[in-house]
T-cell receptor, first 113, second 111 residues
Framework: GAGVSQSPRYKVTKRGQDVALRCDPI?????LYWYRQALGQGPEFLTY????????KSGLPNDRFSAERPEGSISTLTIQRTEQRDSAMYRC???????????FGDGTRLSIL | QQPVQSPQAVILREGEDAVINCSSS?????VHWYRQKHGEAPVFLMI?????EQKGHEKISASFNEKKQQSSLYLTASQLSYSGTYFC????????????FGGGTRVLVKP
């Protein structure tokens, strides 16, 4: 596609449920990044991949959060046993390679009840 | 530790100029600038690599002083379309392509 595509756009779930957020990067982009953005704040780094290899996961808040990109294209961010504090906008970005501009998707708005 | 942006907000009349600053306590490899409009994704403006180069995008330009670990974004002859929140994202030396974003500067351009 023309841009980074994320799904779902909105996700409302009950506390304790698992959620999976999907990111489809710009075709051919090697690097893929996950961020979390609170209202009125800048994006907060979570993790990133080059091809299928997870290069840095230092921003993942705890072990309930995980991400994968098994075939070096689509990526999934999974949050297990969700908590209310996980509510946020989750954004994905991709770049053609590691030293190039990152292009953001429209995000998934996650609300935990 | 995230970079510090100043000012936090600025109101301009169309045609006026403004400067947004981004300062880090860490040695930097590059600085990325983004603009985000309400309810939308951040949009890439420009990257500055260490070397003090200045880049431009429309009438928006930026500079990067790696010795001072600072970058500045210059909005010249502002247009209504420049309204939004501007974020700097810093890439630390030897930290890969991981960006740390500042808290943002809200810019409102009035007619």
């Amino acid at each position: 596609g023309a841009g980074v595509s994320q799904s779902p756009r909105y996700k409302v779930t009950k506390r304790g449920q698992d959620v999976a957020l999907r990111c489809d990067p710009i075709s051919g982009h090697v690097s893929l990044y996950w961020y979390r953005q609170a209202l009125g704040q800048g994006p907060e780094f979570l993790t990133y991949f080059n091809y299928e290899a997870q290069q840095d996961k230092s921003g993942l808040p705890n072990d309930r959060f995980s991400a994968e990109r098994p075939e070096g294209s689509i990526s999934t961010l999974t949050i297990q046993r969700t908590e209310q504090r996980d509510s946020a906008m989750y954004r994905c970005a991709s770049s053609s390679r590691a030293d190039q501009p990152q292009h953001f998707g429209d995000g998934t708005r996650l609300s935990i009840l | 530790q995230q970079p510090v942006q100043s000012p936090q907000a600025v109101i301009l009349r169309e045609g006026e100029d403004a400067v947004i600053n981004c300062s880090s306590s860490k040695a930097l490899y590059s600085v990325h600038w983004y603009r985000q409009k309400h309810g939308e994704a951040p949009v890439f403006l420009m990257i500055l690599l260490k070397g003090g180069e200045q880049k431009g995008h429309e009438k928006i330009s930026a500079s990067f002083n790696e010795k001072k670990q600072q970058s500045s974004l210059y909005l010249t002859a502002s247009q209504l379309s420049y309204s939004g929140t501007y974020f700097c994202g810093t890439e630390e030396a030897a930290a890969g392509n991981k960006l740390t974003f500042g808290g943002g500067t809200r810019v409102l351009v009035k007619p």
